[in-house]
C-alpha cells in the first residue's frame, strides 16, 4: 500500500515562491514517475509537472521557467519549486504515483495566489 502526503501549501502574494512536498510511503519510489496535478473548480485536472525515475523532467507550458519538480530518493519525497507565482496558479495541486502497475493520487493541497 502506498500512501502520499502532500504539505507546503497556502496563501501568497503575486510574484511570491512556495515548495509543495509529497511524501511517499511505501515501496516503490525509485521506479515511479512522480507528478503534480492541479485543479480549479470546473476545470479538468492538469498537468503541472512530472520526473521520472531516471529525472527526466516534463512540465505545462504555462509553468516552464517558473516551477522546478525535483525528487530525493532517500527521503521517498518529491517537491514543486513555484516561483513567481500568479493568480492562475491559485488551484488544488495533486502529487500523483505512477509505476508500471499501480497509481496513486494525494489527497491535494490548496495553493491560492491573491494580494
Known amino acids: 500500500q502506498v500512501q502520499l502526503v502532500e504539505s507546503g501549501g497556502g496563501l501568497v502574494q503575486p510574484g511570491g515562491s512556495l515548495r509543495l512536498s509529497c511524501a511517499v510511503s511505501g515501496s516503490g519510489f525509485r521506479f515511479a514517475t512522480m507528478g503534480w496535478y492541479r485543479r480549479n473548480p470546473g476545470k479538468e485536472r492538469e498537468l503541472v509537472a512530472e520526473i521520472t525515475s531516471g529525472g527526466s523532467t516534463n512540465y505545462a507550458n504555462s509553468v516552464k521557467d517558473r516551477f522546478t519538480i525535483s525528487r530525493d530518493n532517500a527521503k521517498n519525497t518529491v517537491y514543486l519549486q513555484m516561483n513567481s507565482l500568479k493568480p492562475e496558479d491559485t488551484a488544488v495541486y495533486y502529487c500523483?504515483?505512477?509505476?508500471?502497475?499501480?497509481?496513486?493520487w494525494g489527497q491535494g493541497t490548496q495553493v491560492t495566489v491573491s494580494s
Open positions: 500523483r504515483f505512477q509505476s508500471f502497475v499501480y497509481l496513486y
